[in-house]
């Protein structure tokens, strides 16, 4: 029997061109950006509520299912694609364009900061 052949990478090219596609076959259409930005509200919501009760000092309700992480975070990328499509945003090069912005500006301040000491 052979092994079950992997995925292949996904870029966030590819992801935004497979979401548009996804959108314009299954989803009928984007939702405009406002009806977006509350759905990207919801997901980030619900990575919130299961990161509470499972790693923070939050419990869970009797019989609450918390969902699953992954699949969750998967729901605010695909959401942020869909606004990135929307606003005509390649993410590849807004991200390497914001971790450049980052290494820049913090070249020093992590590795300075005493809150982020092991000890």
Known sequence: MSSPTPEPELTLRQAQMDVDQWIRTI???????MTN??????EVGEVARILSRTVGEQSSKPDESLGDLGDELADVLFVTICLANQSGIDLTDALHKNLEKKTKRDATRHLQNKKLDSN
């Open 27 to 33: 989803g009928v259409r984007y939702f405009n950006e």
């Open 37 to 42: 930005l509350a759905q990207l509200v919801e």
